[in-house]
């Protein structure tokens, strides 16, 4: 499985690097091979299991071994990550060309393909109007 990084600045993309490597990849987990930071250019991938220091303002994405039946929990540990670190101008979506890869990208270039994820708990609409039906719930609470 594979989260995209690619559309997002690198100071949000080394918060979300920090975190994802601390989530996905705790120090108790043996497996070699689960968590690889794809770079940019070289083809010498940042292999975290040796702890490979990298730069965030080259990393592409991310490599994770995992099922891919677990691809809808990955990507809320990435939104929970985001609105934990009050991320609130970019979105986790899967990628509707890809099935295997998550996409990081701004809230507006989600929107102009009609992609609409609530501010405030990230669950995602496929229009404005189950959107904003559903933030109503939120200010009543
Ligand atoms: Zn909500």
Known sequence: M???LENIDADTRSVLLRDM???FFPNDNNLTH???IINL???NNGEIGGRVSYDPATVKGVELAENL???NDIK???RDIMLRNSITEYVATRDRQS???ILVMKRTSGESIGIFHCRHCAMEF???IQLSSHLRMHYLI
Do not use: V
Request: aromatic share 12%; charged share 40%.
């Open 69 to 71: 039946d677990h691809i």
């Open 99 to 101: 099935t295997n890869t």
């Open 76 to 78: 809320h540990k990435i």
């Open 126 to 128: 496929d229009d404005e």
């Open 41 to 43: 250019e070289d083809t």
């Open 34 to 36: 689960y968590y690889s």
């Open 2 to 4: 594979y989260i995209d």
């Open 21 to 23: 490597e601390l989530e």
